[in-house]
Each structure stands twice: as C-alpha cells, then as structure tokens.
C-alpha cells in the first residue's frame, strides 16, 4: 500500500489526534472485528454486509492477527480519505479476492454481484428492461470479463 510515502503528507497534529481518537475507542491498542462492525452500525452473521466488513477488516489487517492496530488503522483510514486511485483500487481487489490468490474467480465475481444486487434491492435490468435474477446477472458478467474462460 505504500505506506512510509503515504505518511509524508499528514501532519504531526493530525497522527496524534487520531491516536487520542484510538485508543479512546481502543484502550488494549487493538480494534477488533466485532468492534469495527460497530463502528458501522453492522451486526455480525450471514448478511451481505456483515460479510463485505469482514473483507474490508481482513484487507486492513497487515500481520494476520486478526486486530487493527493504530498503524492499520491510519493505513486504512488514509487509504480510503487520501489514497491515490491505483492504490484504492489495488484494495478493492484485495477485498474481494477470498482465498488470496491473485484473481477473482467466478465465486468471487459472483459474491461482489450478490451484494450489489442487495444494495439495488434487485431493481436490476437488462438493456430491454428486463428484469434480472442474481444468476442471470452473474452469469452475463462472468461472460463479458472471463477472456480466456478459465
């Protein structure tokens, strides 16, 4: 993500601010999954936004253990309110690329349209006005972008 040259351009007082801010929030140093869902109003379970937030807290959680700690925490923070676009969109993918493997396969794909498919509360259509299922929504994606059908 770039983080040491991110850096550059934040002030003294606004890196201490937001610490202040943290560990007000944090007092062990460590944010947490439950407590980052709660900071977006999102209750744990098998809901689309319970789920993208879990991607969205892993793609920030550097070190793998499962907290955010203040550097994360900036590092997200920055990214998403500063970050360059090439950066942002290098998160995007990070976020939805599950198993960490460099591509987005068809479940993937299809996960991204299940979301958006919730958040348009599955008003979607086609260029005849016809309406869409999420299969059929998925399936048309998939189509367009997997070049070599692998």
Request: with cysteine; net charge negative; proline share 2%.
């Amino acid at each position: 993500m770039g983080q040491a040259e991110s850096y550059e351009d934040m002030e003294l007082s606004e890196i201490q601010s937001l610490y202040k801010s943290f560990i007000m929030k944090c007092p062990s140093g460590s944010l947490y999954l439950h407590e980052f869902k709660k900071i977006f109003g999102v209750k744990s379970g098998p809901n689309p936004a319970s789920m993208y937030l879990d991607n969205v807290f892993r793609s920030f959680d550097e070190n793998g253990d499962n907290t955010l700690d203040f550097i994360e925490y900036v590092a997200a923070l920055h990214l998403v309110l500063r970050g360059r676009l090439e950066d942002k969109l290098r998160w995007s993918f990070k976020v939805f690329d599950n198993d960490g493997n460099g591509r987005l396969d068809g479940d993937e794909i299809a996960r991204i349209i299940r979301i958006i498919y919730k958040i348009k509360l599955g008003n979607v259509t086609d260029e005849s006005g016809s309406h869409l299922t999420v299969d059929e929504v998925c399936e048309r994606v998939i189509d367009r972008i997997d070049e070599n059908h692998d």
